[in-house]
């Protein structure tokens, strides 16, 4: 089985796709049979709403779960179309910004939660407000990696540092393990020169980090949260649907590598003090001659 991985879903500029993409990735990934969960840790409620579910219905938010440490498991409701599950967000997140800086372990909080569900689900993915502020905080310490989708426009790298330096905070003083995931292009253009400029500019700073799929403008995309449905469900044949297929498949692929890499690190590892012991031992049953004793073991294969 694989393991559960975490990802914030964040830039703090606004209306670049994050409810969008936090929204079709899920759905992407749970048409692959993983089984997902989303956080709506934004008070807008878009992408509770954009998975089917009623923001101005639910009884309980995120903010039970940050501030009255309610168990996620009573939170959660199911995207109706999406096949995925939700915690849905609202208003009420307003008061949880301001109720965490009087609270123990407030930026812990979403973390501590999260550990609660966390072998029931291979993904979470947190959807974030366009700020970088107590909530945002809470999705960076308990993410393993940063998703951060970038509308290919002037500003777009200016906002990008902003959001680096955070990420860096966290890392040094909240989060050690933290990382960044992706970048994702989003509402991509390729006949604007603009666009076509910042996105080499993100190639060239961020290269690998970059993924190679890019999100199209499309209006399917932009429709089908006004049906509480992800695109995927709206209309499996636009292109935005098939983008984001595309997407989770690449993200997919990328992460059977890290664990391919890591199982063999975890066995390289381990294999020279198998063998060394094993032969050892033979060395002092057959043959007491500390010579004939291999002085190389298996060599070590780079995982880069
Ligand atoms: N690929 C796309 N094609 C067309 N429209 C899109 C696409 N992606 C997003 N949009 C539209 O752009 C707007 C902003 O998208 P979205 O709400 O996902 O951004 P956001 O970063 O979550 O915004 P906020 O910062 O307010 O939370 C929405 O109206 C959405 O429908
Ligand atoms: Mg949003």
Redesign the pocket.
Known sequence: MTRNRTFAVT?Q?????????AINLCASLAATKRRVLLVDL?S?G?ATMGSGVNKYEVELTAYDVLTAMRPVSEVIQKSPDGGYDLVPGNSDLTAAEVELLELDNREYRLSYALSQVQDQYDYIII?C??SLNMLTVNALVAAHGVLI?VQCEYFALEGLSGLMATVERVQQHLNADLKIEGILR??FDPRNSLTRDVSQQLLQHFDQKVYRTV?????R??EA?SFGQPVLAYDRQSK?ALAYLAMAGEMLRRHEQEDADAAKATSNAEQPIESAQAESAQAASVDSSPESTPGTLPGEHSTH
Do not use: L
């Open positions: 830039n500029k606004g209306g670049v796709g994050k409810t969008t993409s934004d807008q878009n959807d407000p366009p989708p989003t509402m999100i199209p403008r499309n209006v995309v932009a949260p935005g």
